[in-house]
C-alpha cells in the first residue's frame, strides 16, 4: 500500500492527495486544480507558494529560493515533495472544470 498526504490550498479549502514521492504540482493537476507554473524544475519560481503547515522535501538539491524564503516557508510545488500532511497558501489555484 503506498502512503498518500493532502495538501489544502488557501484560502480556497481545496484538498487533493499527493502520492508518496509525487510532486505537488503534478498530483494537483491530476486533481484537476491548476496553480501557476512554468519550467517545473525548480528554477524560475513561476509557482512559488507559502506553506503554512506540515514539510516537504526537494526533488532537486537546493531549489530557486533563498535561504530567507526556505525559512519562512516558501516553496516550489514543481520539485516539493510532501512528507506529511501540507496546507499552502495558494491564492492564485483554480480549480479546472472537467467535461462532463
Known sequence: MSKEF??????SGWCFAVPAGEPILRAAEAAGFEL??????????????????????????WPGLSFDEKREGDIL?????P???VVLRAPLARRLAWPE
Not at 493532502?6 to 484560502?11: E, S
Not at 510545488?77 to 515533495?81: I, K, Q, R, T
Open 77 to 81: 510545488p514543481c520539485v516539493a515533495v
Open 83 to 85: 512528507v506529511t500532511d
Open 36 to 61: 501557476p507554473s512554468s519550467c517545473r524544475n525548480g528554477t524560475c519560481r513561476t509557482c512559488l507558494c507559502r506553506k503554512e503547515s506540515g514539510e516537504v522535501r526537494y526533488l532537486v538539491e
Open 6 to 11: 493532502t495538501v489544502t490550498l488557501l484560502p
